[in-house]
Nanobody, 124 residues
Framework: QVQLVESGGGLVQAGGSLRLSCAASGLPFSRYSGGWFRQAPGKEREFVAASSWSGGNTVYTDSVKGRFTISRDNAKNTVYLQMNSLKPEDTAVYYC?????????????????WGQGTQVTVSS
């Protein structure tokens, strides 16, 4: 059974930092791309960042470039999202996801497995 478990969310003041973790089990994680999406209240789920299976290729949505960093540790079956200089508009439930196919990182329905999400709240 495949499981993705996010952790690291919480409440932080604007300008602060958080690191989200996503631990995967039940699949050969080192062969899967990893991505982060978020969904704010009343809004659609949106792409945040993704990493190829090796970590050698990373992509970000424009609003987080220079502030967020995605990384992964395949030995630990974990993908991370380091979030710095957080803004109130970053407030959302953050979801990690994985997919075996290459490319199409921005499209949610390309991903095979999803975590349950972790809440990130940034106060002004």
């Amino acid at each position: 059974q495949v499981q993705l478990v996010e952790s690291g969310g919480g409440l932080v003041q604007a300008g602060g930092s958080l690191r989200l973790s996503c631990a995967a089990s039940g699949l050969p994680f080192s062969r899967y791309s990893g991505g982060w999406f978020r969904q704010a209240p009343g809004k659609e789920r949106e792409f945040v960042a993704a990493s190829s299976w090796s970590g050698g290729n990373t992509v970000y949505t424009d609003s987080v470039k220079g502030r967020f960093t995605i990384s992964r540790d395949n030995a630990k079956n974990t993908v991370y999202l380091q979030m710095n200089s957080l803004k109130p508009e970053d407030t959302a439930v953050y979801y990690c996801a994985t997919k075996k196919s290459v490319g199409a990182y921005y499209t949610a329905n390309e991903y095979d497995y999803w975590g349950q999400g972790t809440q990130v709240t940034v106060s002004s």
